[in-house]
């Protein structure tokens, strides 16, 4: 029956329409091209050489960017740029250095929005994990060294800053072998009340010996760094579907500056890629309109994906995919979204030969592009991917390079997204309203985020 109204319909066009493809013949062009015509590696490979990271407000960004435009462009996929400005900060000249016992430049950077401010020298003083007890009488004036791994909120540094007068902060890294850890000091885009820079393991443990052994070393923090409004982009492609409605495909196009940001996310901005490609080569025709979009300044707060939802508040979003650092597929995470299980269990187990080992995860979590879809109650998913724990140990740090990138498993997580992002975009069951503000909340207190969120200062609801 189907058949005789494809034809029909056809012969009363007048025009001479191919079968449409049937769903496994999709399926199965779709994986063979990811493998077979993986363009993705080439495009990485090439933004990460021939620009290094893409910290936003740089011309490495915005060079990336262009890089990208002209590849969509060549494959006829329509994009746009969406302007937006927000709170940002600019790495310049900083320096963490040790004056007494000896003379040394330490191996350090300054974190996200410390502010610039006149130099100044102070003692060392060792603060351990940080809490009330391990704080010294006498920290007036002083610098603290932290342990590794030591959680900063916005409130612990104003308290550092206020309640005990301490003028700086390092903060020993939790990888050994000379890293750093590039990261934001806060989600909000304000100045840092003092500046706090990332030491390496090694000289943060050696530091800490100075202190124990009565040496009183000193320190001298120059900071030129500054906090100022950054303009800059999201980029949008879109793939027209039968309605309006979409799907939207994010992956975080901002990087931290140290090293090429190839993994984080190198690998998204590729992924996102060749979803977009294979999916308007292979199958153009969806019922919902998926729109890929390129997130910037995610690293400095998640600014471009709030700017994002700002825009298109009132467009209907049935659901959202985030790839951040997506490795090697193993399973799918529903965050937190019930009525997204059938779609995702049925993904997971048939395949093509790839089901996913690991049952579906409906568990959300904080500190990516999909966090502003779900504060709006949109069904969001993200991947359970891991990357080789040697390669990702170089996460924000200057051995976030290239050649840690696996063509292989690129290839691979590509097939597996686009399968998921064509099985997305013509499910019917995933038409349903978004959640209302209450029930968004309790997903949110039901996974114990609520009290995270508050302490970040990024809970988005009046109520408590
Ligand atoms: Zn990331």
Same mark, same amino acid.
């Given at each position: 029956m189907k058949l005789l109204a494809i034809s029909l319909s056809a012969s009363l066009l007048g025009a001479v329409a191919a079968a449409k493809p049937s769903e496994d013949i999709v399926r199965e062009r779709l994986l063979g091209a990811a493998f077979l015509d993986n363009q993705s590696y080439d495009l990485l490979e090439k933004m990460t050489n021939l620009y290094g990271g893409r910290i936003?407000?740089?011309?490495?960004?915005?060079?990336?960017?262009?890089? =990208?435009?002209?590849? =969509?462009?060549e494959n006829g996929i329509a994009n746009h740029r969406e302007l937006f400005t927000f709170p940002g900060w600019e790495r310049r000249e900083d320096?963490?250095?040790? =004056?007494h016992p000896l003379k040394r430049e330490l191996r350090s950077i300054a974190m996200g929005y410390v502010d610039q401010h006149p130099t100044f020298a102070a003692e060392l003083i060792y603060l351990g994990k940080g809490t009330p007890e391990e704080i010294p009488q006498n920290s007036q004036g002083k610098i603290g060294l932290l342990a590794a791994n030591v959680k900063l909120s916005q409130d612990s540094i104003q308290a550092f800053a206020t309640d005990n007068g301490i003028k700086g902060l390092l903060l020993t890294n939790r990888k050994n072998g000379g890293q750093l850890l590039a990261r934001t000091a806060n989600y909000s885009g304000d100045a840092s009340p003092i500046p706090i820079y990332s030491v390496t393991e090694e000289e943060g443990h050696w530091l800490k010996r100075l202190v124990e052994s009565g040496e009183n070393p000193r320190i001298q923090l120059s900071t030129s760094s500054i906090v100022k409004d950054i303009e800059c982009a999201n980029l949008v492609a879109t793939i027209p579907g039968k309605t309006s409605k979409k799907i939207v495909i994010g992956a975080h196009f901002d990087s931290w500056d140290l090293g090429q940001g190839a993994l984080d996310n190198g690998l998204g901005i590729a992924q996102a890629f060749d979803i977009a490609r294979l999916i308007h080569e292979i199958n153009p025709d969806n019922h919902y309109t998926i729109e890929i979009v390129w997130f910037n300044a995610e690293e400095f707060g998640l600014f471009g994906s709030y700017a994002y939802m700002e825009q298109h508040q009132d467009d209907e979003i049935v659901a959202m995919i985030n790839l951040d650092m997506v490795g090697n597929?193993?399973?799918?995470?529903?965050?937190?979204?019930?009525s997204l299980l059938p779609a995702l269990e049925t993904f997971s187990k048939d395949l093509n030969g790839f089901a996913l080992p690991k049952d579906v995860a409906n568990a959300p979590w904080l500190g990516s592009d999909h966090m502003p879809f779900i504060n709006q109650g949109i069904p969001s998913i993200t991947l359970n991917a891991p990357i080789k724990a040697e390669s990702v140990a170089y996460y924000h740090d200057f051995g976030d390079t290239f050649e840690k990138v696996d063509?292989?498993?690129?290839?691979?997580s590509v097939g597996i997204l686009s399968l998921l992002a064509y099985q997305l975009a013509n499910d019917p069951s995933l038409d349903r309203p978004r959640l209302t503000e209450q029930q968004t909340i309790e997903l949110l207190k039901k996974a114990k985020l609520d009290e995270k969120m508050k302490t970040a200062k990024i809970w988005p609801f009046e109520e408590n």
């Open positions: 936003t407000g740089s011309e490495s960004n915005e060079k990336s960017m262009q890089l =990208l435009e002209r590849a =969509l462009d320096s963490a250095t040790l =004056l597929p193993i399973g799918a995470n529903a965050m937190g979204f019930d063509k292989e498993v690129l290839s691979k």
